[in-house]
């Protein structure tokens, strides 16, 4: 095209999320211990059909519905990581399985000063790359005119709309002169509506640029 390549960079991410594109490589490690003691210690319950690590994603909504008044700190800190392993594996790192997170997540936020560390923007953007590359070749396999990919798609909805205002919805351009230097900019392409009553994009910024503070506003 006589414009040249465009794609989702780094600087999307950050300007767009608010998440950080420096720091720590999101690695993660095999514990030493099985699954299920692993949930336990680091969540405090565990599924029953708890099987290969992975975990119904309505399994934490259900368990972590909303957290006790009276909870101790341990208790609090258990309730934040079940939030962030549903997030991480509902949203951020989501997969084609419709609804469910391995463990392996969870190792990320048990410790939760070195969570803060982590480049969460960059992962999250190499993820969205792998699995639109495995969908592409997918579809090239099999001649099919579709193919569904995991990792954050919102990420390419608001790349989009960003890029290409022409594309967006109606309300959220209308609603972007409001929020017009809003930070994270991705703010600005949601209803107004959303952004009254604590839109996500905010937890997200404040969980993984704050994961302390985030443990202790819960």
Known sequence: MPFGEVTITLEDVATLTGLAINGDAVIVDIPDEDWSAMCLRLLGQA?????????????????????????????TEQYARAYALSLMGGVLFSDRSGGSVHLQY????????????????????????????????????????????GGWAALLMLWTWERFPHTSPLHAVTGAQITQDAVPRGIRWLPAQTRQHGDQFYLYKLWFDECTTFVVSI
């Open 47 to 75: 599924p029953t059909d708890l099987g290969g690590g992975v975990i119904r994603i309505t399994w934490l909504g259900d368990t972590f519905d909303e957290l006790p008044l009276s909870a101790s700190p341990e208790t």
């Open 106 to 149: 969870l190792l990320l936020v048990e410790d939760w000063r070195r969570a803060g560390r982590f480049a969460w923007g960059a992962a999250v953007l190499s993820y969205l790359y792998r699995e639109m590359g495995r969908s592409a070749l997918q579809m090239t396999a099999s001649s099919s005119l579709g193919g569904d990919f």
